[in-house]
């Protein structure tokens, strides 16, 4: 009996030995699998790491050239500091150490490190940067405590670099850190952008990002566990042995570049000349519509805003009351005041006024009891088209409104593309406003009266333009009434000067115009700057020796409602001055530019506007000349090109071919041109 016993107590132990066996055998076999299979790129990663380390390598983004070569955007090289959560031991010490010692603004190395709790798995071993754009000092001190900075690495990167700074900012845009969100929808896309990266904001940046960007690279190097270069193993043999020759480096490909339509002189001109505090300036060919030179004023440094602008400094750019982060050009309507009497007088034409036909101004038009001023209080006499056109007769365009209607005017500046936007590619443009019947019946809360089209003939009530739109009307006008699509850009090349893709001329509607209508209208304009009574008259450069003609319009546009007794502008406070405009090309036959100039609340536009453009037109015309006597071999001094440097040799060459919420309504008696 008892042997039986002990033989079933064994047994019974066996099976328990068996049992904990198979269960020691299964957990080490789960925790292979786990080790080496469901986690095994992870610990693979891991164990390499603790000798290969990627370091990124910057691409250069594409310059953006004027249109003569000149260099207008580049990169200059800027310095970074990274940290690799992988590679240190206490992110949250090191990160205060580095605070301290680069003296960074407060909160950012709390932000880099919500970034760094935040990496998970793989994401460990990618840099995370913890500042930018460090200056010297920073970065003696970093290498002078590199061993005490565990996982910390400074990488040079290319940063966005502009020559013309606040000039061309409405133009360019300018450059700043990639969001969460964005960086998501663009990883959505294929597109290869990581935490850190710079893409383009606003502007031509913005637009061709995807033809400027390049395509960083990538270098392997030989580390320690802490994420620090190891020098006896930087040989070919020691590198071979872990990194195969292929892996080590994948260069970087730069970005194409950008050849621009504009002329960075005479974009500096537009910076010199214009006076105003605010405003903008636009030149254009009228042959092909592209533009030459754009100003929005004021503007802030975009080369700032790229470096790494605090939120404190943005706030204070949002809330500015200026608005410098408003392109004048193409996000603000205005009231044009005179400079719409042109489009009236086509629309006169058109419905059968003839140019010979006249009224009497005697300083104002009566419409049943209310009576609309001119500007000037004596009046102009008998007037007919071109007379009313030269001096600006507020009461020659009552009369033909009064006689046309509304509506014929509003179907002839929609004809010369004012109202809708002109497609010029930038950001956040406006249509602007040409009322008809049908908008008054829709807006006013009496429906549209016929004292609406006297308003609106001048260029005031609810007319409102944009610069932009308003000198793409008047190049069609000169040049017979082809309306362009303003552009920005002649070409794109590669990093060689190679051209990719051109852009040719793009039409965005025709004027479908009796020539000789277009014809009396020029000469009305020319009359305006080349005979004695015109509004822009002592405006015109004579005493300088100046020959070509122009033909142009002063416009002086009411921002509050006129009061009994006319007041001068410098007796009121800036922002309650009339804005000043003048729209002009040359030569009047065959024009080859056109410019639109806006003070706001500059005063007249006599005074306000027609230098500025006078003076733009004048040096066009010099620049040309000059550009003639280099290209035939005459010994003139090259021009003057203060931000400019020598490129690279091959990368540059000759182009290829040719060359406020609006003002408030007006009332009564409305001011001059």
């Not at 008892?2 to 925790?31: H, K, M, N, Q």
């Not at 001109?269 to 929005?296: C, H, K, N, W, Y």
């Not at 009434?481 to 965005?508: C, H, M, N, W």
């Amino acid at each position: 009996m008892p042997a039986t016993g002990e033989g079933r107590d064994y047994g019974s132990r066996y099976v328990w030995v068996l049992g904990v066996a198979y269960a020691a055998f299964l957990i080490l076999g789960v925790r292979l699998y786990l080790l080496q299979v469901a986690q095994g790129e992870y610990f693979a990663a891991r164990s390499r790491s603790n000798v290969v380390k990627e370091i990124p390598l910057a691409a250069d983004r594409g310059m953006v050239l004027d249109a003569n070569g000149t260099i207008v955007a580049d990169a200059r090289p800027a310095w970074d500091v990274f940290l690799t959560p992988a590679f240190c031991e206490d992110p949250d010490a090191t990160l205060r150490h580095l605070e301290e010692g680069l003296q960074l603004p407060a909160g950012i190395s709390r932000q880099a490190a919500e970034k760094v709790a935040s990496a998970r798995g793989l994401e460990r071993f990618r840099p995370i940067r913890v500042a930018r754009n460090v200056g010297r000092d920073a970065l003696d001190w970093a290498e002078a405590h590199s061993l005490e900075l565990d996982g910390v690495d400074i990488h040079v990167r290319p940063r966005r670099h502009y020559r013309y700074g606040p000039s061309l900012y409405h133009v360019l845009g300018y450059m700043n850190e990639i969001g969460p969100r964005e960086l998501e929808r663009a990883q959505e896309r294929g597109l290869d952008y990581r935490l850190g990266d710079s893409i383009g904001r606003s502007g031509l940046e913005e637009i061709f990002e995807d033809e400027l960007r390049g395509t960083d690279g990538l270098e392997k190097v030989v580390v320690d566990a802490k994420g620090r270069r190891l020098a006896g193993l930087q040989t070919d043999e020691g590198v071979i042995a872990l990194i195969p020759e292929a892996e080590r480096i994948q260069p970087a490909v730069p970005g194409h570049n950008l050849v621009l339509s504009i002329d960075a002189r005479l974009q500096e001109t537009l910076e010199e000349v214009f006076p105003g505090r605010a405003g903008a300036v636009v030149v254009v060919d009228p042959q092909t519509g592209f533009i030459r030179a754009m100003l929005s004023r004021p503007a802030p440094d975009p080369n700032r805003l790229t470096a790494g602008i605090t939120r404190t400094e943005m706030r204070l750019l949002r809330d500015d009351p200026l608005e410098p982060m408003l392109h004048r050009a193409i996000q603000q309507h205005y009231h044009p005041g005179s400079t719409f009497k042109v489009f009236t007088a086509l629309a006169a034409l058109e419905q059968g006024i003839g140019t010979e036909e006249a009224t009497h101004c005697n300083g104002g038009y009566r419409m049943g009891r209310r009576r609309w001023r001119c500007w000037r209080a004596a009046g102009h006499g008998t007037t007919s088209l071109n007379r009313a056109i030269q001096h600006s007769c507020d009461t020659y365009f009552y009369w033909v409104s009064d006689r046309i209607d509304i509506d014929p005017i509003a179907k002839w500046a929609r004809a010369a593309g004012l109202g809708s936007k002109t497609e010029c590619g930038l950001p956040h443009e406006v249509p602007g406003i040409i009322p008809d019947v049908a908008y008054h019946d829709r807006v006013s809360p009496d429906g549209y009266t016929r004292g609406f089209a006297l308003n609106t003939s001048i260029g005031q009530g609810d007319v409102n333009v944009t610069p932009l739109q308003l000198v793409m009307a008047y190049a069609a006008i000169a040049n017979g009434g082809t309306v362009y699509q303003p552009q920005l850009a002649l070409r794109i090349e590669d990093a060689q000067g190679k051209t990719l893709r051109s852009f040719a001329p793009k039409v965005r509607q025709k004027m479908v115009v009796d020539p000789e209508h277009l014809a009396a209208v020029r000469a009305g304009l020319r009359a305006v700057v080349m005979e004695p009574g015109g509004t822009a008259y002592y405006r015109y450069p004579r005493r300088e020796g100046f020959t070509v003609e122009v033909a142009g319009k002063t416009g002086t546009a009411q921002v509050v409602k006129l009061g009994e007794e006319r007041e001068k502008a410098e007796d009121l406070p800036w922002e309650e001055r009339d804005h000043a405009w003048f729209a002009a090309f040359a030569p009047v036959e065959q024009a080859e530019i056109a410019v639109v100039v806006l003070n706001e609340h500059g005063g007249h536009g006599s005074s306000g506007a027609a230098p500025t453009a006078m003076k733009v037109i004048q040096r066009y015309f010099e620049l040309k000349a000059l550009d003639a006597a280099q290209r035939a071999g005459a010994d003139e001094p090259a021009p003057a090109r203060s931000r400019d440097s020598e490129p690279p040799a091959g990368l540059l060459r000759p182009p290829e071919g040719g060359h406020t919420p609006g003002a408030l309504g007006a009332e009564a008696g409305l001011v001059h041109g």
